[in-house]
Structure formats: C-alpha cells, structure tokens
Nanobody, 127 residues
Framework: QVRLAESGGGLVQAGDSLTLSCAASGRRYFTDYNKGWFRQAPGKEREFVAGITWGGGSTTYADSVRGRFTISGDRDKKILYLQMNNLKPEDTAIYYC???????????????????WGQGTQVTVSS
C-alpha cells in the first residue's frame, strides 16, 4: 500500500513559479514504483503532466509543460516534487501525484497505469 499526499498548491500570477510536493508513506520503498504528476481542469479529463521512473533515471513531460516543469524525487525523504516555472493561466487545475507498481524503464503516461493517487492540490494561475 502507498499513501500519497500533495501540498504546495496556491494562487499565483502568470509567470510565477511554484513547487508541488507529494509525500509518500507506507511500507513500500520509494523506489518500488514509478511516479507521476497529473492534472485535471474543470470540465476536462485528467491528463498526464510529468513522470519519473522508479530509480529516477528517466523522466518525461507533456508537450504543454516541457521546458517549464521539472519532476524529481528524494528517495530518503520519500517526497516527489514538481517544480513549475513560468506558469500560465492554462496550467490552472487540480494537480495529483500518482504511483505505479509496475516498474518500467520509461515513465508511464496513462491514468489507468497508476495504482495509487493523492487527494490533489489546487493550482490557480491568474493572468
């Protein structure tokens, strides 16, 4: 079992930066699973934002955030991060972290590939 809890969301202006954190708990090691960030805007489906493999050796990003967002993890603290720079109003959404028990050599991008989810944290970017 993996429990995930996001934090760090808030209201910012376009061009600002924000760092989201996702604290993992449970008996599994941080490296037991691939990890990802997703987001869901009102009226839209949940979409992939960024992913990282179980050992941190590979990352991937949605086209809409590549070059602005960075995913990383601290295995000792069991915290997953999402550094978000140059935020845009279209980044406004609830952000979720997720864990996938199927360890692969590449980050997984589909919602159904993930087994555990946090409760989400709201990010609002004003223009």
């Amino acid at each position: 079992q993996v429990r995930l809890a996001e934090s760090g969301g808030g209201l910012v202006q376009a061009g600002d930066s924000l760092t989201l954190s996702c604290a993992a708990s449970g008996r599994r090691y941080f490296t037991d699973y691939n990890k990802g960030w997703f987001r869901q805007a009102p009226g839209k489906e949940r979409e992939f934002v960024a992913g990282i493999t179980w050992g941190g050796g590979s990352t991937t990003y949605a086209d809409s955030v590549r070059g602005r967002f960075t995913i990383s993890g601290d295995r000792d603290k069991k915290i997953l991060y999402l550094q978000m720079n140059n935020l845009k109003p279209e980044d406004t959404a609830i952000y979720y972290c997720a864990a996938s028990l199927m360890r692969t050599g590449y980050p997984r991008q589909r919602v159904e590939n993930y087994d555990y989810w946090g409760q989400g944290t709201q990010v609002t970017v004003s223009s």
